[in-house]
């Protein structure tokens, strides 16, 4: 058991979800929500968020329809190798779509792929299918805000951070997602593995959530003309959702508002709080559409719903839900699949 009070053991964690040739860089291991304030200044990060925010223009290929498709980070990095987009891009793949240029991650990483996956999925250029149809896909992640696909492992002839950094630290749930060797830990240990965040941990968690909510604004504002449709496939109730929806969004997500500290409370803000309502990202899948996939999952599988519940909890497969097949059928139909 990794110690949450030890630093130097939680960043031999880390490592392990870094796939070779990459490697972890320690000062992107980031593990509580002060943290993720701290590490904003960080030249990697600081110089990141300035080229995405500023600078960047995507690169698309020519289509009769153009649609950014944000998928969620995951611990696995570099995230096409992590089990969750594997499944997202290998059902694009069999739906027909294909990468538009050269630009793979390294051999070793397709060498490594289970059977039956095909070495596309590791493929970092825009997607096309014979209708004309362009998915270009970018990656919500904090602390970057986003992650355009073809940046995962370099840009503008440096290593890109997106396949170097660990950050689990906002997520409260877990009860780990604390740096207790902080001076201003205001955690609560409950357990060994167990922590209960208090006002310092609360109140950067708002500071971070924000920062992140404006990168991802920024860039859907500047860029999001290239694009007839911007969606994000992000599980409902996870941080990355709330970066997106705006106030009047959450109550249908089931997403809270805003965050007691001490006797003040500090609003949450989402990225489509920052846009016009006909250039807000459409945050799928909704609630309804995660229920009804769950009585599929119990059809196709014939068993109880409890049974289900807890396959669609892990994914079937340690990865969220949203690589479950039931909901990727979701996804595909919105594409026009």
């Known amino acids: 058991m990794v110690s949450i009070e030890n630093r130097e053991q939680r960043i031999e964690e880390s490592k392990r979800k870094i796939q070779a040739p990459f490697h972890v860089d320690p000062e992107l291991c980031i593990?509580?929500?002060?943290?993720?304030?701290?590490?904003?200044?960080?030249?990697?990060?600081?110089?990141?968020?300035?080229?995405?925010?500023?600078?960047?223009?995507?690169?698309?290929?020519?289509?009769?329809?153009?649609?950014?498709?944000?998928?969620?980070?995951?611990?696995?990095?570099?995230?096409?190798?992590?089990?969750?987009?594997?499944?997202?891009?290998?059902?694009?793949?069999?739906?027909g779509f294909r990468p538009t240029d050269e630009l793979s991650l390294p051999q070793?990483?397709?060498a490594r792929l289970e059977d039956g996956i095909a070495p596309e999925v590791l493929n970092l250029s825009p997607l096309k299918n014979d209708a004309g149809t362009v998915i270009h896909r970018m990656v919500i992640s904090e602390p970057m805000g986003v992650v355009p696909y073809e940046h995962i492992a370099d840009y503008k002839g440096?290593?890109?951070?997106?396949?170097?950094?660990?950050?689990?630290?906002?997520?409260?749930?877990?009860?780990?997602?604390?740096?207790?060797?902080?001076?201003?830990c205001t955690?609560?240990?409950?357990?060994?593995?167990?922590?209960?965040?208090?006002?310092?941990?609360?109140?950067?968690?708002?500071?971070?959530?924000?920062?992140?909510?404006?990168?991802?604004?920024?860039?859907?504002?500047?860029?999001?003309?290239?694009?007839?449709?911007?969606?994000?496939?992000?599980?409902?109730?996870?941080?990355?959702?709330s970066f997106v929806i705006a106030a009047d969004e959450r109550s249908e997500?089931?997403?809270?508002?805003?965050?007691?500290?001490?006797?003040?409370?500090?609003?949450?803000?989402?990225?489509?709080?920052?846009?016009?309502?006909?250039?807000?990202?459409?945050?799928?899948?909704?609630?309804?559409?995660?229920?009804?996939?769950v009585q599929r999952l119990m059809q196709r599988l014939d068993i109880s719903e409890s049974h289900a519940q807890a396959i669609y909890a892990r994914g079937g497969a340690n990865a969220t839900p949203l690589a479950l097949p039931e909901l990727l059928d979701v996804l595909m139909a919105r594409l026009g699949l």
């Open 31 to 95: 593990y509580s929500p002060q943290d993720n304030v701290d590490v904003l200044a960080h030249p990697r990060i600081a110089a990141w968020l300035d080229f995405v925010r500023d600078e960047y223009q995507p690169d698309l290929p020519e289509g009769k329809r153009h649609i950014l498709l944000f998928m969620p980070c995951t611990k696995t990095k570099p995230y096409p190798f992590s089990t969750e987009h594997q499944a997202i891009n290998q059902r694009l793949i069999a739906e």
């Open 108 to 110: 070793d990483l397709v």
């Open 158 to 184: 440096l290593a890109s951070p997106a396949c170097a950094y660990d950050d689990p630290g906002l997520f409260e749930g877990r009860g780990n997602a604390v740096s207790p060797w902080r001076a201003d």
């Open 187 to 241: 955690a609560v240990k409950l357990s060994e593995t167990k922590w209960r965040w208090g006002d310092e941990e609360k109140r950067h968690y708002v500071l971070m959530h924000n920062a992140m909510a404006d990168a991802v604004a920024a860039v859907v504002a500047r860029i999001g003309g290239n694009y007839d449709d911007v969606i994000s496939w992000v599980a409902p109730g996870l941080t990355h959702r």
């Open 253 to 293: 997500n089931k997403v809270v508002a805003r965050r007691k500290i001490g006797t003040v409370y500090l609003t949450l803000e989402g990225a489509n709080d920052q846009l016009p309502k006909s250039a807000r990202i459409e945050c799928l899948p909704t609630l309804d559409q995660c229920r009804d996939a």
